[in-house]
């Protein structure tokens, strides 16, 4: 089974305006991590926002907000006021314990989005 | 700012031979972690260290597969009698532990293997 899953391969978004990065994830762990990163056509993988399981609030960071629906076991990015630059892949990642007391991320396949002018 | 460095950023092999990547984390960070990447998927783990102990290892690691990281600094990643399934982007990843789960990664700009 997919622990990461991300639906939307590409999405568009209009230049200023908002758009959603859908990610849902699976475990049964209680306390686990939920990270989003961006790649661009550069390759290097740049941290955007952290949720942890227990943070009851919504993460933010600047232009990017994390929804996280517990429950639901989503934790979807929303980009507010897109911008050009702002095309480029984006990866959903989870962090969980391991059965040997470490701990291991887990990437989802990706969203590339596409910014228009 | 000095960030996470990687070498080399290119690496073209031919099948059979053995290559060695390095990776030097950020100067404070204490875990250390490499991924492998091929194109269009997202990373996935190898393996990772915290100080100069390998804590955890992926099922995907064969044993062509072996990581070092000594001195609890940079680390070494090497793939023996290297196979074309091996192409893929090496990432390497470093974080400062702070409550296990919540410590943040910051990645390296990669190294890109071509098996031929």
């Known amino acids: 089974a997919q622990k990461i899953t991300q639906t939307q391969p590409g999405m568009f978004v209009q230049e200023k305006e908002a758009v959603t990065l859908d990610c849902t994830y699976d475990?049964?762990?209680?306390?686990?991590?939920l990270f989003w990163y961006k790649q661009p056509s550069s390759g290097e993988m740049i941290f955007l926002i952290y949720?942890?399981?227990?943070?009851?609030q919504n993460a933010t960071e600047g232009r990017y907000s994390l929804n996280f629906q517990k429950a639901r076991k989503s934790a979807n990015l929303v980009i507010s006021a897109s911008q050009l630059g702002d095309s480029a892949m984006y990866f959903c990642?989870?962090?969980?314990?391991?059965?040997?007391?470490?701990?291991?991320?887990?990437f989802g396949a990706g969203t590339r989005l596409f910014v228009k002018a | 700012d000095t960030g996470v460095s990687q070498d080399p950023r290119h690496k073209i092999t031919k099948r059979g031979q053995n290559v060695t990547f390095r990776c030097d984390p950020i100067?404070?960070?204490?875990?250390l972690y490499w991924y492998r990447q091929t194109l269009g998927q997202g990373p996935e783990f190898l393996t990772y260290f915290q100080n100069e102990a390998q804590l955890e290892k992926s099922r995907l690691l064969s044993d062509r597969f072996s990581a070092e990281r000594p001195k609890g600094s940079f680390s070494t990643l090497e793939i023996q009698r290297t196979e074309q399934g091996d192409s893929a982007m090496y990432l390497c990843?470093?974080?400062?532990?702070?409550?296990?789960?919540?410590?943040?990664?910051?990645f390296g700009p990669g190294t890109r293997l071509t098996v031929l």
């Open positions: 949720q942890g399981s227990y943070d009851e």
């Open positions: 100067s404070e960070h204490n875990r």
């Open positions: 990843a470093s974080s400062l532990d702070r409550l296990g789960l919540t410590d943040t990664q910051y």
């Open positions: 990642a989870m962090r969980e314990g391991t059965d040997t007391g470490g701990f291991k991320t887990i």
């Open positions: 475990t049964s762990d209680q306390s686990y991590g």
